[in-house]
Structure formats: structure tokens, C-alpha cells
């Protein structure tokens, strides 16, 4: 008889391991996507060149929120504005601080839900805008890391889960060399992703991912300055915002509890049996 009891606990722990064991990795989900980047891209001195920034295949979102840096030689290019990209025209203008080793921008919704990005979306979070300084023939690679994306309820951030795609900067020369196209997916730049983002002065305290209605502040950052919160920026047309669609939420926690439940109430009905 107490080898029997022994047993059925045994069994009850192993299931309510394996049920747990299903459902936590749903409930830690970090948003993430298949790609985060720039393409390759060049440009003639004393000129200014839009690179856009890509995202492919989102997902565990809707996302509301992006902070990443880019890194390049500033002796060659400068990140001169940051301007909003096709699938974020709807969301506060773009913040940005320039650095010896290049520039963090940061990007966030203005507290709609609409306006997250749903999952398995592709398209421009944003362009940025290099004055080109270098000297023809001149080369830099354009480095994405810290790469952080926020979902709605602002308590899952993703750092570095999606892959980073880098690119090459080429000041091109007169005779030889003609600039490459900028990456024009079938989604164009709309007038609205046009508006100017707003600089920030470098600062010693961290980025803050958003929750409900996002204000962002400066990351870890060399120099001493205060910090910017992002304005809600005017917004010409919303009805070119994305449209979110409802993500159906995992299972939680409440048919672990069901399912406990059930698996007790036919361990005391075994019990009562073996008496």
C-alpha cells in the first residue's frame, strides 16, 4: 500500500515537472526577429546619404519599442539625423547621441496598441542619415549591436536575440566607382518617415525600455550630460500606421493550475480505492 502512494507521487511530481517544463519557456518568450540590420551602401564626399534599418520576421511581439547602436569610423561618416522608417511612421520621432565609436538611436510607439509592430513584419524601423566626410576610396563598416526590443507589456525585452546584419560604408570616386542604390524593398518610405529625429547629449545613465506610454533615456554613455525624453511627434496620417493583430496569448498559468488539480483530485480518488 505505501509503495502504491509512493509511486502515484512520484508520478503526480514527474507531471506537473514536464507541464511546467512546457509552459515557462512560452511565458519568458523574448521579442526577437530573424534579422536586424543594414545593407551595404556608399556615397560621394560632402554629400548625405540615407541608410535604412531593416527588421525581417518579428516575433514574440508586438514590439513597442527599439534601442540599438550602430559603430563606424565618424572620421569617414556622421550620423547627421535619424529619421522614422516605414513600419514605425506612426511612433514618436527617433532619439539619437553621437559617440567617438558611432551612434545609439532609439525609437518608441506613443502608447497605442495599433501602433505595435505585430509579429512576422518586415520593413524600415528607421533611416539614418551619414554626412560622408571621408576622403574617396575610404571604407567603414557599419556595426549593429545592442540591439534591444521591448513587447507591449514593456517587462520582456529582448537584448541581442535578433541576429545583427552589418554593412560596409564606401566613399566612391568620381572616375571609378558609382554609389550603390539604396535597398528599396516593395514597401517605399512614406512622407512621413521624413520628419528629423532629435539628438541627445551623451549621458551617464541607462536606456529605460517602456512600458504603457514609453519615455526613453540615455544608456550607459562616456561623457556627462542630463538625459532627453522622447516628445510624441505629430502624426500627419495615422491610418498609414500598421495594424496590429491580436496575438493569441500562451498558456499560463492558470491551466497548470487546472491541470493540478485534476491530477489531485484522481490521486485521492486512487487513494480512497486502495483503502
Known sequence: MEKENTRLTVGLALSLAAIFGMFV?????????????????SGYKNTTVSVPVTISNTQN???????FDVSYDNSIINVVDVKKGTITTSWKSPTYCNFDWGTRVAIAYTGRDVEAIPNGSRGFIALLKFSVVGEPGEMTDMWLNNIQLSDLSGENVGFDTAPAKNGTFTIVTNLTQTPLPSPSPTESPVEESEEEGESMAPDDTEYVIPAATPTITPSVMPATASPVSVSPSHISSPSSAPTATSTPNPPGFGAIFAITCLLAVAYLVLRRKKA
Open 25 to 41: 519557456p512560452f511565458a519568458l518568450a523574448q521579442p526577437t526577429a530573424d534579422s536586424f540590420g543594414v545593407e551595404h551602401a
Open 61 to 67: 511581439g508586438p514590439i513597442t519599442c527599439i534601442i
